[in-house]
């Protein structure tokens, strides 16, 4: 036994150094890995000449497009068409089915170009304007569409979050597309973001931590504005930020639900059993009643209820034939009217009165009233009379 398990030990000792050998195996240092001159990040252009045999089988994607994007489609097809052309990838605009395909051609070389055509008729049917989704083609260019309308169950509230990330003028938006480098549109139940793969991670994080209340896109401004600064200072590479940047807690102040029930004072002994349809019936003496008598009453209840109710009926139907009363405002009003009349004539007749005497004094000769006038004529009548 002793001699099996020395065995078992050496072999399996043996298996272990074999895989060492093998894990380490292609993992020797290159001479190009600390060349500085060398961008390990950079993504070279596709030259033709790499593919010149072209593709082997047709790759095809298509993808709908909602009804209100059918006009602007139609108009901007020219441009997508002759911007795909270049690239050796065709494209079809189905107004029937209400649908865009891109397909591979025996002219296409990049092999990665079908899926760059997919993202920009991806972004054409989300309402990306086709000069902005172009640019999709180029290979620094990515795209990522993030989808906010299972985030909320809420109608009212799925609108007010999306509002947040929108802001005031579109000021919000239009920071987080200074500050991540990326264009931003939210249209309908879905965001659609270009950018660089970095961008595009902070987008994607800012996004669903707005729709899913976990921190306004405020408060990742900020953050993100602290990034920027931080980056300029060299001495800062190396070290973590975590101790620069603003710790936002969420305060959600639950208030307390105010009982509106009383509590009524306890008693130790039970309530009272509530009576039951045979103790109604005892104390009403219909218990003892016969059956014949029971269904006798029970018609003559019916009879009682039908009767109220045919002469509700009836009294309705009436209504309809009794003619309203006349408002007592409105003879009042006529004896008010009357009276006026009746007054106003009293006034007129009086000022007549008075206007005629006064053309009466005015017709009277004023020579009347002069005491010497009336003397001299007197005078010269008794001359008159002696010659």
Not at 117 to 142: W, Y
Not at 274 to 300: A, C, H, M, N
Request: charge should be positive; aromatic fraction near 6%.
């Amino acid at each position: 036994m002793g001699m099996e398990d020395e065995n078992d030990v050496a072999i399996t000792k043996e298996e272990n150094a074999v895989k060492e050998k093998r894990k380490g195996k292609h993992d020797k240092p290159k001479p190009w890995d600390d060349d500085p001159n060398i961008d390990h990040w950079k993504v070279d252009k596709f030259d033709p000449s790499w593919n010149e045999g072209g593709m082997l089988e047709v790759s095809s994607f298509s993808t709908l497009f909602p009804q209100y994007r059918e006009k602007y489609l139609q108009q901007a097809w020219p441009l997508v068409k002759s911007s795909l052309k270049e690239f050796g990838v065709s494209c079809e605009l189905n107004l029937v089915e209400g649908s865009m395909t891109v397909t591979t051609t025996r002219k296409t070389r990049d092999p990665y170009i079908i899926i760059k055509a997919r993202d920009l008729i991806k972004l054409l049917s989300r309402s990306v304007p086709a000069p902005q989704a172009i640019k999709i083609l180029d290979d620094e260019v990515q795209c990522d569409i993030i989808k906010i309308s299972g985030m909320v169950r809420n109608k009212e509230r799925f609108v007010k979050r999306r509002q947040h990330l929108v802001g005031p003028n579109s000021s919000t938006l239009k920071a987080l597309e200074i500050l991540t480098g990326c264009y931003i549109l939210v249209q309908g139940n879905t965001v659609a973001a270009m950018g660089s793969f970095k961008g595009l991670k902070q987008v994607r994080r800012i996004v669903e931590e707005c729709m899913l209340n976990k921190l306004h896109p405020v408060y990742n401004i900020k953050i993100l504005m602290m990034r920027k600064e931080l980056e300029k200072d060299p001495a800062l590479a190396q070290e973590n930020w975590d101790r620069f940047l603003p710790k936002f807690k969420k305060k959600n102040v639950k208030q307390k639900k105010v009982n509106t029930k009383q509590k009524k004072p306890y008693t130790p002994f039970p309530p009272p059993q509530p009576p039951s349809k045979v103790d109604i019936q005892l104390e009403t003496g219909e218990y003892f009643l016969s059956d014949r008598k029971k269904s006798q009453k029970k018609w003559q209840e019916k009879q009682e209820k039908q009767a109220e109710k045919t002469a509700e009926n009836k009294r309705k139907r009436d209504e309809a034939f009794i003619p309203p009363k006349e408002p007592a405002k409105l003879a009042d009003k006529s004896e008010d009217a009357n009276n006026n009349v009746a007054d106003m004539a009293i006034s007129i007749k009086k000022k007549a009165k008075k206007f005629g005497e006064r053309k009466s004094e005015e017709n009277l000769n004023a020579e009347t009233y002069i005491i010497g006038s009336s003397e001299q004529a007197s005078r010269k009548k008794s001359k008159k009379q002696r010659s």
